[in-house]
């Protein structure tokens, strides 16, 4: 009973249907839709045998035997027979299911023609498109129904990309490069999250997958793979001249400036993302000028110091890096 009672609760919390998590059971791509498959064959089978045996244990309590009338014959021909034979048939067969999962997912149905290359890092994602100069972060933008390449690699320590609603995970690892590939069947903005252990903030290591219509993804790459707009206002330039030549620069690159540190996020179209380091917070003024001033609060452990502003450049700062769409 207890068996059947976790498997119950396993399901309600899996299908949490409350539209913000993401469950890999409500499938939209078709790698998701294999696991989403096997899952339910996995549990069906699962829950078959659960009440069958909740069932024999039922009736055994019910028509026990005294000990001396059992005839040892027949109970070691059930103990091999529904100990040895019937686990091995099953486990034989749900190892076929997955192997055969595991081979149906390993290429899409249209060869790829887009490649995206992603790098972990402690805590967040450098998201590259091959052939084209566009760099962001923690959000993939990829076009709805066509299947895109994806090349997996990490800066640091061992990460696992993971996209529940559109495909399995897949390990980042140092010194290696993972292949593998993504499709969304229906445009949508999907939650995608670091599944690997990897440090302090590997909560905070989340991403969102974009799936917009082709046309519309390709003005998306088109902005992304431009250089940084020149500041219109006296505020925007003011915060442009505090990033290029404050220690911002070490570590960020706004392409098309001095600026062009490797250790943080791309900053060139920050503007334009959903949300900020990693997923922790939405990019909108006050939380970034709250992280730029003070990030270890937000995200204890991560790599940017706070930065001693004054007010006054704090606000220039964040007013040009937010018109940076
Ligand atoms: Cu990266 Cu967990």
């Avoid at 431009?226 to 500041?231: C, L």
């Avoid at 220690?247 to 706004?254: E, G, I």
Wanted: hydrophobic content about 45%; some cysteine; proline content about 6%.
């Amino acid at each position: 009973a207890a068996v059947l009672v976790s498997g119950l609760l396993l399901v309600s919390s899996v299908s949490a249907c409350d539209g913000r998590s993401p469950s890999a059971l409500s499938p939209f791509g078709q790698k998701a839709g294999q696991v989403a498959w096997s899952w339910w064959i996995l549990f069906a089978v699962a829950l078959f045998f659960c009440v069958v045996v909740i069932a024999m244990a039922v009736f055994a309590a019910i028509f026990r035997r005294r000990t001396d009338k059992v005839r040892t014959g027949e109970a070691r021909g059930f103990v091999i027979a529904f100990g040895v034979v019937v686990p091995a048939i099953v486990l034989a067969a749900t190892f076929a299911l997955s192997v055969g999962s595991i081979a149906a997912d390993s290429q899409p149905k249209t060869a790829p023609k887009l490649t995206v290359e992603v790098t972990g890092h402690q805590w967040w994602w450098e998201v590259r498109y091959a052939g084209t100069t566009a760099v962001t972060a923690n959000e993939i933008h990829i076009p709805v129904g066509k299947p895109v390449r994806l090349q997996l690699r990490s800066a640091d320590v061992i990460h696992s990309f993971w996209v529940p609603q559109l495909m399995p995970k897949m390990d980042l690892l140092p010194n290696r490069v993972n292949r593998t590939w993504i499709s969304a069947d229906k445009a949508g903005t999907y939650r995608g999250q670091c599944a690997e252990y990897c440090g302090l903030e590997h909560a905070h290591m989340a991403f969102s997958v974009v799936a917009e219509p082709e046309a519309k993804f390709r003005r998306w790459l088109a902005t992304q793979s431009e250089g940084v707009r020149a500041a219109t206002s006296a505020t925007r330039r003011q915060g442009e001249r505090v990033v290029t030549t404050s220690s911002c620069a070490t570590c960020h690159t706004l392409r098309g400036t001095s600026a062009n540190g490797k250790l943080g996020p791309d900053l060139t179209h920050v503007g334009s993302r959903e949300r900020l380091a990693g997923g922790a917070i939405p990019n909108d003024f006050g939380h970034m000028a709250g992280w730029v001033a003070n990030s270890q609060t937000v995200k204890p452990g991560n790599k940017m110091p706070p930065q001693p502003l004054s007010p006054r450049d704090l606000k220039a700062v964040v007013t040009y890096l937010q018109s940076l769409e």
